[in-house]
């Protein structure tokens, strides 16, 4: 069964720019959720799909946006890039729909912004 | 408002001996909690979980211990291996419809051969 995949693997931004990652899921998950780690703030909710709709967002300026495709692709993007936007951006695969299942983790798209 | 902590940045244990990551949690509506492992560089890769209904949940060398009470849980790893070597977070979910999951900072363990 292949895993989450993640692209691109690595990106390189200038500041005002924009940008947009993807993740597939593992095939039969509906539910992506998006993870952004820094090292000054760790690993930080961002957003979460489930059926091509939005169920949950974190605490991220609205330049931070996703969304989810009929075969549960899914992708987000930042518009106006920011230096701080710098970090991996880990995108999990989820089987259910509840939060008590375990979460698969895809290998993250790093991005840095110049 | 850090809801998930791990106040040990870094462990160090012998290869062999046991390993004891702690965590603390501050939302008493979490209701299922998770330990990853996670390499640099890589996405985190599941350890092991534990419901809220449940103190102890074991899987092969790993076992995680819960206390409500005290909202604290534990991941016990033995015996300890290099290979364990790796940054470890605990998670925690308030279930129901979100599958948002609240991250503690990290610790950094480190198994000497």
């Known amino acids: 069964k292949a895993g989450v995949t993640q692209t691109p693997r690595y990106l390189i931004k200038t500041r005002g720019q924009q940008v947009t990652l993807s993740c597939s899921p593992i095939?039969?998950?509906?539910?992506v959720s998006w993870y952004q780690q820094t090292p000054g703030q760790g690993l930080q909710f961002l957003f979460e799909?489930?059926?091509?709709?939005?169920?949950n967002k974190g605490n991220f300026p609205g330049r931070f946006s996703g969304r989810q495709f009929s075969n549960s692709r899914s992708e987000m993007n930042v518009s106006t890039l920011e230096l701080g936007d710098s970090a991996l951006y880990l995108c999990?695969?989820?089987?259910?729909?509840?939060?008590?299942?375990?979460?698969?983790f895809g290998p993250g798209t790093r991005l840095t912004v110049l | 408002d850090q809801q998930v902590k791990q106040n040990s940045p870094s462990l160090s244990v012998q290869e062999g001996r046991i390993s004891i990551l702690n965590c603390d949690y501050t939302?008493?509506?979490?209701?299922?909690f998770l330990w990853y492992k996670k390499y640099p560089a890589e996405g985190p890769t599941f350890l092991i979980s534990?419901?809220?209904?449940?103190d102890k949940n074991e899987d092969g060398r790993f076992t995680v211990f819960l206390n409500k009470s005290a909202k604290h849980l534990s991941l016990h790893i033995v015996p300890s291996q290099p290979g364990d070597s790796a940054v470890y977070f605990c998670?925690?979910?308030?279930?129901?419809?979100?599958?948002?999951?609240?991250f503690g900072t990290g610790t950094l363990l480190a198994v000497q051969p």
């Open positions: 939302n008493s509506m979490f209701d299922y």
């Open positions: 998670a925690a979910s308030e279930g129901g419809a979100t599958n948002k999951l609240i």
């Open positions: 799909y489930f059926s091509e709709t939005q169920r």
């Open positions: 999990a695969s989820i089987p259910g729909t509840g939060g008590s299942g375990e979460q698969f």
């Open positions: 095939s039969g998950h509906r539910s």
């Open positions: 534990i419901s809220s209904i449940k």
